[in-house]
């Protein structure tokens, strides 16, 4: 069955410490790989995606994700985390197969100041 | 330019009642799809509408339907209600033909039932 999972629910950090949010999704031929952040409040806000190309990709606010096809992985990361991204991250792929999308269970990111 | 609207924001309904939740797309979208946020769990996908059909369905009883209309808005109904519908519903609007675009989601309708 196709499937994403996000290995951490809930990471704590203090500011200025580096970040990476693990996503693996099961085999399913061609994927479109997203990242997602919902702030509180907040409806949810595309961070990044992959679609084809440099597997390494830069997103808004400093993140970055990259795809490794190998491990079906697609994590995210950031060198320095600040207060202002304490959110709900969810990693989701779209198989080429259809156009609906599929999440993980999401991270809830929490930073202290 | 308007992003995706929904409405209501808010509904609390008792069990075995129907809702209609409703949804706009982004100016210029075509396609809706629909997805149920538990709390403390990701979107599930429910379906999605496009040219007025719907095109692919997710997991979810027959209890939950939809609707497209000719100006690309669209109507989620969910029939005798559960405890267990109780979520936050998302709309997420985006081209048909353009699926290496990514999808706009709204604010969500969040549904409470008694």
């Known amino acids: 069955a196709q499937s994403v999972s996000q290995h951490n629910h809930h990471v704590i950090l203090s500011e200025a410490a580096s970040l990476e949010l693990g996503c693996n999704y099961s085999?399913?031929?061609?994927?479109?790989l997203f990242w997602y952040v919902q702030y509180p409040g907040q409806h949810l806000q595309l961070l990044l995606k992959y679609f084809s190309g440099d597997p390494l990709v830069k997103g808004i606010k400093g993140f970055e994700a990259e795809f490794i096809k190998s491990k079906f992985s697609f994590n995210l990361r950031k060198p320095s985390v600040q207060w202002s991204d304490t959110a709900e991250y969810f990693c989701a792929v779209m198989y080429s197969s259809a156009s609906k999308i599929i999440f993980g269970s999401g991270t809830r990111l929490s930073i202290r100041p | 330019d308007a992003g995706v609207t929904q409405s209501p924001t808010h509904l609390i309904k008792t069990r075995g009642q129907q809702v209609t939740l409703r949804c706009s797309p982004k100016s210029g979208h075509d396609t809706v799809s629909w997805y149920q946020q538990a709390l403390g769990q990701g979107p599930q996908f429910i379906f999605q509408?496009?040219?007025?059909?719907?095109?692919q369905r997710g997991n979810f009883p027959d209890r939950f339907s939809g609707h497209q209309f000719p100006n690309y808005s669209s109507e989620l109904n969910v029939n005798a209600l559960l405890l267990g519908d109780s979520a936050l519903y998302l709309c997420a609007s985006s081209l048909y033909h353009f699926s290496n675009q990514p999808q706009h989601f709204g604010d969500g309708t969040r549904l409470s039932i008694l």
């Open positions: 085999y399913g031929g061609t994927v479109n």
């Open positions: 509408y496009y040219e007025e059909e719907e095109r």
